[in-house]
C-alpha cells in the first residue's frame, strides 16, 4: 500500500485538518509469488472505505492500533481516515460542521487527488465506538453516496449514549451543550439515527445496508442490542454480531475483517473499480 499523511485547510471547518490515506499498490508478497498485479491500469478507481475514530480518538488511530493496511491491501481498497475531535460526527451547535466536512468537502478533496471512485456502490465507511454512530449517521444522511456502513462497538443510539453519560454510567469527553443547541431533545432529530432512518425511508430513499457488531462483555452490549432492535423496526437491512469481547483494539483489530468480509468489496475487479464514463 501507498502511505499519505495529508495536511490541508479545509473551509468548512475553518482550519487545516489531517488525513491518513492508504492506496493499493504491489507488495513484495505479490511480486516473490508472482501473483496477479492490475493496479495500474488505465482508467483504475479504486473501492473506497472511510474509516472513523472513536471518543478521545484521531486520524492516526486505526493505522496504529490495528493492521488494517494489510488487511486493505488484501482487498485492494482504498482507506480514508479523518479526525472529528468528539463532535459525535454532527455540525455542532458551538464548533465546527464536522458531518458537512465529511459528506461532502473530504469526498471531493480525496476524489480530486487520489485514484479513488466516486460511484455508491464503490463507497464504505466503518467505525468504531464514537464512529460506529458516526459511521451509520453519514450513511444515512447521504444514502445515496454510500453502499453500505460497519458498526464496531458503536453508541448507535445517541439518545441512550447521553443518558448514560449524563447518569455517570458511561463516561465520555462529549460537551453535549456545545454539540447540540437542545441537547436534550436529540430524539426525533435526525440525529437520531432511528427517526433519520424512518425519515429517508418516508422519502423513498434506498438506505445502506448495515454490519453491526459488538462484545458480549463491553459496556455498550446492551444499547447494541436495542439498537439493533430499533433498527429493525426502522425498516435497515442491518447483520448484526456479537461475539465475546470488551471495547477494546482487539475487538476492533479482529471485526475490522469481518467487516470488510461483509462488505461488497470487489477485490481484483478491474471493471467493478472503473468510473462511469
Not at 475531535?85 to 451547535?93: A, H, K, L, T, V
Not at 464503490?122 to 456502513?149: H, I, N, W
Not at 432529530?189 to 424512518?198: G, N, Q, R, S, W
Not at 483489530?253 to 464514463?277: C, F, Y
Request: some cysteine.
Amino acid at each position: 500500500m501507498a502511505f499519505f499523511q495529508v495536511n490541508f485547510f479545509s473551509p468548512t471547518l475553518g482550519f487545516n485538518t489531517d488525513i491518513d490515506v492508504f492506496i493499493p499498490t504491489p507488495n513484495s508478497d505479490e511480486i516473490l509469488n508472482k501473483k496477479k498485479s492490475d493496479y495500474f491500469q488505465k482508467d483504475r478507481k479504486y473501492q473506497v472505505l472511510y474509516l472513523l475514530h472513536g471518543a478521545y480518538g484521531d486520524y492516526t488511530d486505526w493505522m496504529r492500533l490495528t493492521s488494517i493496511e494489510k488487511y486493505a491491501q488484501n482487498h485492494k481498497l482504498a482507506v480514508v481516515m479523518p479526525s472529528a475531535s468528539n463532535s459525535f460526527y454532527q455540525d455542532m451547535f458551538r464548533g465546527s460542521d464536522y458531518l458537512t466536512y465529511l459528506t461532502e468537502e473530504l469526498p471531493k478533496f480525496v476524489k480530486a487527488i487520489f485514484p479513488i471512485s466516486g460511484r455508491r456502490e464503490d463507497t464504505f465507511v466503518a467505525g468504531l465506538s464514537m464512529g460506529g454512530y458516526g459511521a451509520v449517521r453519514l450513511a444515512f444522511t447521504k444514502p445515496e453516496q454510500y453502499a453500505a456502513c460497519a458498526s464496531l462497538s458503536g453508541a448507535i443510539d445517541i439518545v441512550s449514549c447521553k443518558e448514560q453519560n449524563d447518569d455517570g454510567s458511561i463516561e465520555g469527553p462529549f460537551l453535549w451543550d456545545s454539540i447540540f443547541e437542545h441537547a436534550d431533545e436529540i430524539e426525533g432529530t435526525d440525529a437520531d439515527l432511528f427517526a433519520l432512518a424512518k425519515k429517508q425511508k418516508a422519502l423513498g430513499k434506498e438506505l445502506p445496508k448495515v454490519f453491526q457488531t459488538c462484545g458480549t462483555e463491553d459496556f455498550i452490549y446492551q444499547p447494541n442490542v436495542s439498537a439493533h432492535k430499533k433498527l429493525l423496526e426502522a425498516g435497515v437491512d442491518v447483520t448484526y454480531e456479537e461475539h465475546p469481547g470488551i471495547h477494546d483494539w482487539d475487538y476492533w483489530d479482529t471485526h475490522i475483517q469481518r467487516a470488510l468480509d461483509w462488505m461488497p468489496l470487489a477485490n481484483n475487479s478491474v471493471e467493478a473499480g472503473k468510473e462511469e464514463k
